[in-house]
């Protein structure tokens, strides 16, 4: 095939005469006097003896070795071997969804059905990470129940309507109603709750609590209600505290409360243990004496805001009802009227002004008429 001699080799090197061979460089580099093996494998054994006398010789002095500069692990390598992980983002104890099987706080969804824990039971297991037991869970259906409306006049469910009427979407007119929520409306079961398990802990009888809440001239958060009085009672409250005088091992926070209303309806009727009261009282007795839960672990889910979640869950049922109802009706844009407005007019509260009846302002209870 070729004309004439190849030879494979380094990048193809080709030796055309004798002179070109590896013998004849190998010999032409030893008569140099350059240190050349036999043959490959012997480089190694070579290069050490003539290392070895020229530091004999003092020619070469050797120094230790300088450290070597550490290459670093590949991540996904280390990561397989176990070496490292990557730091969390998030931190979840209460669902997982990695496997085959949704889990509810190590529940496995099949089993949530499997055995009928409902609304309830889940919300045990997604807000607790725990089961409670079957009375308990029942008593936080009936408050979901008891708490998802309480008619359109509510603040609430008020903003709720008037952001759907403006046009707006199914979230921006629940997040209106829900942002109403505070210590005047719905808001007041985590407070209450503290209020009365603390005035209970620290030993005050209900008469030296609700003077020591009228000397500070604070209200008693649960106390009060505008329409229901002790003779037109709140049926949801009467409903939740027969149902947990029945049902629950022990009930301490609400008797104290019940002492406690019976002084401040005495002086107003209406002033009565609210629905807010009611469930706030209830769910610290429901904690502190169910036996699924230690002191500490109560204390601190009724003062991180449980308790003030279940009104929120319950009352965004009835919000996303108004929303639904305002877009059924297709009603307009809301514009409140003029005659449930008192305009207040500057100039007719200045002396030496004729004054008209339209000058006349109300605010809160009191007439303020121009001179």
């Known amino acids: 095939m070729f004309e004439t001699e190849v030879q494979f080799g380094h990048a193809g090197a080709l030796a055309n ?6 013998e004849a460089k190998n010999a032409s580099l030893r008569a140099a006097g350059v240190h050349v093996p036999d043959t490959f494998e012997e480089l190694p054994a070579l290069l050490n003896q003539v290392y070895s006398d020229l530091v004999q010789k003092a020619v070469i002095v050797p120094r230790p070795e300088p450290e070597a500069p550490k290459i670093p692990i590949d991540y996904a390598w280390a990561q397989e071997l176990g070496l490292i992980r990557k730091p969390a983002s998030f931190v979840s104890t209460i669902c997982d969804d990695r496997g085959q099987e949704l889990l509810y706080a190590g529940m496995r969804i099949s089993d949530v059905f499997r055995e009928d824990i409902g609304i309830g039971g889940v919300l045990s297991l997604l807000w607790f990470k725990r089961r409670l037991p079957a009375y308990a869970c029942k008593f936080i259906e009936m408050v979901l129940m008891l708490t998802a409306d309480h008619g359109p006049a509510v603040s609430g469910a008020h903003n709720t309507i008037v952001t759907a009427r403006a046009g707006k979407d199914l ?3 629940l997040c209106s109603g829900l942002l109403t929520i505070g210590d005047r409306f ?4 985590d407070g209450a709750a503290d209020l009365f398990s603390t005035a209970y802990d620290k030993g005050l009888s209900p008469r030296e609590f609700v ?3 009228r000397r500070q001239n604070k209200l008693i958060l649960g106390i009060g209600h505008k329409i229901k009085s002790r003779t037109n009672p709140d049926l949801r409250v009467s409903i939740i505290t027969e149902y947990a005088t029945k049902n629950f091992p022990a009930t301490p926070i609400l008797d104290y409360a019940r002492e406690v209303e019976g002084i ?4 107003k009727d209406n002033l009565i243990l609210n629905v807010d009261g009611a469930i706030g009282v209830l769910f610290v007795d429901l904690l502190r004496h169910s036996g699924a839960f230690s002191r500490e672990e109560a204390d601190e889910y009724a003062r991180i805001g449980t308790l003030n979640g279940l009104f929120v869950l319950g009352r965004s049922i009835g919000f996303i009802g108004h929303y639904l109802d305002q877009k059924r009706l297709k009603q307009g844009l809301y514009r409140h009227p003029w005659d449930d407005i008192s305009y207040l007019n500057p100039a007719a509260l200045q002396g030496g002004m004729s004054a008209t009846k339209n000058d006349r302002v109300q605010v809160g209870a009191a007439k303020i008429t121009s001179k």
């Open 171 to 173: 979230i921006s007119s």
């Open 211 to 213: 003077d020591s809440m």
């Open 186 to 189: 719905g808001g007041a079961l």
């Open 17 to 22: 005469s004798d002179s070109e061979t590896a």
């Open 264 to 267: 401040t309806t005495a002086k």
